[in-house]
């Protein structure tokens, strides 16, 4: 048994908190320990603010988003492109897109990607409703922004086949040197997927 350094309370809170990604026992300890210290500014706010969302936070019925409307605020924006769905393996990779206004489309999220080894098949991703979606008339364009992976690229192709007949362009995103790179610096794979890639001048 390791030695408890605090009350059962307090050690269940970093126990909780060590679940948070890229955050160990000692971090999580460092964290907990700030909460304390900082009761009134940080943690009655972060409390309230885990209640609220607790409470009013939901997945898209229509893209797999989290939003705390439903259809999310993207699926409802009427100025948005409805021609083209952007599939992503995550939430986060939605986000992420979304950070960088890379487009101003809808989304579908897979809610991860194909992987043989975690026993994860095609049943456990939302593929169907995919496939649902690009056979909407509306809809003549998917774009497969899924991670440059072994497992990431295995779900492109699967995706790819299952939408031979639907009236659909399938795109994925370009692979290569990434913006501000150094050719020299590039590991062996990304410099020979940016030569394949390569696109008129
Ligand atoms: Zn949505």
């Keep these: 048994m390791p030695a408890v350094s605090a009350g059962p309370e307090i050690e269940r809170l970093i126990q909780l908190l060590a679940r948070l990604p890229n955050l160990g026992p000692r971090s999580a300890r460092r964290a907990a320990l700030f909460l304390i210290k900082k009761r009134e500014a940080v943690m009655a706010p972060l409390a309230a603010a885990l209640q609220t969302a607790m409470d009013k936070v939901e997945i898209c019925r229509l893209c797999g988003n989290i939003d705390t409307q439903n259809p999310c605020a993207v ?6 492109e409805t021609s083209a769905i952007v599939v992503v393996a995550d939430v986060a990779d939605l986000w992420a897109l979304e950070r960088a206004h890379a487009i101003n489309a809808r989304y579908h999220v897979l809610g991860g990607t194909l992987s043989p080894l ?7 991703l939302a593929i169907d409703a995919l496939v649902k979606r690009a056979h909407d008339p509306a809809v003549t364009e998917i774009i497969l ?5 072994v497992d990431g690229q295995s779900t492109a192709h699967y995706i790819t086949d299952l939408l031979h007949d639907a009236a659909v362009k399938v795109t994925r995103l370009a692979h290569g040197v990434p913006v501000g790179g150094e050719l020299d610096y590039l590991d062996e794979g990304t410099l020979a997927a940016a030569m394949r890639s390569r696109t008129p001048f």
């Design 145 to 149: 922004a899924l991670n440059a992976t």
């Design 75 to 80: 699926c409802s924006d009427t100025r948005r």
């Design 118 to 124: 975690d026993g994860i098949g095609p049943d456990d």
